[in-house]
């Protein structure tokens, strides 16, 4: 058996993602992470398993990187190159870019020190700006929550509306009164199509102080229901806020791997948690080649 490619395993409350630093693109990954070997990397029993792929690289091993980040490219020295465990690209992705923070820094390519006003990360949305806390957690800044219209999903013989929200991706948010934790999210939300052409992630939210906190649950686009979304729970939290009028506030948004904070503004949105390296390995060449 040849040890080969370095993979780290990580999360964001747990929201987890097999990691893969190839800072130079000059690695395994550049090649061979397709759509097929992502979903093989995510596979729960045959592969590392995870809710999506994170590769380490610099912005200018990309090809399409000057397309999303046109003259930003040169700013952005790394790139989040994201794709969710079907092999599918998202524009955005909370909770992935902290730990693709956490994981440069922890593979000594960053230094912590050097990340507490944030460096900025190419990602198919767009530069996002993410930095390291004092406490050991990270921040985002998400960019604005940009509402589009109002729609509804259908999920465990239910219909639940909301508004629409981008942030970056897009997003279904609805407070609801049903319990979320009574849901069975085990199969895909029937969405509108024309409101969500390219698919939808659906985050259902109890109230449990208004404007102030916030469970969720979340079925994914490109994943299934996932213990955490950042994209989504910043929808949300911007969805609890309009809710009571509002459009700025900070929401603790409860998920079912933890706790994210979102401040919120009608310029921006700032999400905040934690991320967490579990494993560092290699793959093997006898999984490789199969
Ligand atoms: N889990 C992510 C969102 C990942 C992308 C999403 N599934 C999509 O396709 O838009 C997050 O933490 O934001």
Avoid: K
């Avoid at 992470?33 to 999506?52: E, F, H, I, N, S």
């Avoid at 939808?200 to 939210?205: D, G, I, K, Q």
């Avoid at 409860?254 to 948690?273: A, E, I, K, N």
Wanted: aromatic share 6%; proline share 5%.
């Amino acid at each position: 058996m040849t040890a080969t490619p370095r993979v780290l395993i990580g999360h964001g409350t747990e929201n987890d993602f097999v990691v893969l630093p190839d800072p130079d693109g000059s690695g395994w990954a550049g090649e061979r992470l397709d759509a097929a070997m992502v979903r093989r990397l995510c596979d729960r029993r045959a592969g590392l398993g995870g809710d999506g792929v994170l590769r380490l690289v610099r912005s200018a091993h990309v090809p399409d990187a000057a397309d999303v980040l046109g003259p930003e490219l040169a700013a952005c020295e790394w790139f989040m190159d994201h794709r969710n465990a079907d092999g599918s690209y998202a524009e955005m992705c909370g909770n992935g870019i902290r730990l693709f923070l956490h994981a440069l820094i922890e593979e000594g390519l960053l230094d912590r020190a050097a990340c507490t006003d944030g460096v900025l990360v190419g990602t198919r949305g767009g530069p996002r700006r993410v930095g390291a806390t004092a406490d050991g957690a990270y921040w985002v800044d998400m960019g604005p929550a940009t509402e589009f219209g109002h729609g509804s999903a259908e999920l465990d013989g239910r219909t639940f509306s909301g508004r629409a929200v981008s942030m970056g991706n897009p997003h279904l948010a609805s407070l609801t009164d049903v319990d979320v934790d009574t849901l069975d999210l085990s199969r895909a939300p029937r969405f509108d199509a024309e409101l969500f052409p390219e698919g939808v992630n659906v985050e259902l939210v109890n109230v449990v102080e208004p404007g102030a906190h916030i469970r969720l649950r979340v079925f994914e686009r490109g994943v299934g229901e996932t213990r955490s979304c950042g994209t989504g729970a910043c929808a949300a939290a911007y969805a609890a806020l309009a809710d009571t009028g509002r459009t700025e506030g900070t929401v603790l948004v409860d998920v079912p791997g933890g706790r994210l904070s979102v401040q919120v503004d009608p310029r921006t949105t700032v999400l905040t948690g934690p991320a967490v390296l579990v494993s560092a390995g290699v793959l093997c060449q006898e999984w490789l080649g199969a």
